[in-house]
């Protein structure tokens, strides 16, 4: 089964910040949108939701 990746609303567009998610129930897996073939990361569904709860918390922001 092929994933369906997605673009991060929170990249630019054409800047160094692209990421691509794609989620299903038991995992998510992230890649860099300009490097597609360069490999992807891959999270736990536990492991994800806990990223994405701390990074809504602020944890992550710069300044």
Sequence with gaps: M???WRK???SSAGGPECVEIALDPTCA???DSKNRTGGELGF????WSRFVSTAKDGAFDLG
Excluded: C, F, I, L
């Design 29 to 31: 897996g992230v890649r």
């Design 2 to 4: 092929q994933r369906e």
């Design 8 to 10: 991060s609303s929170r």
């Design 44 to 47: 736990g569904s536990a492991q």
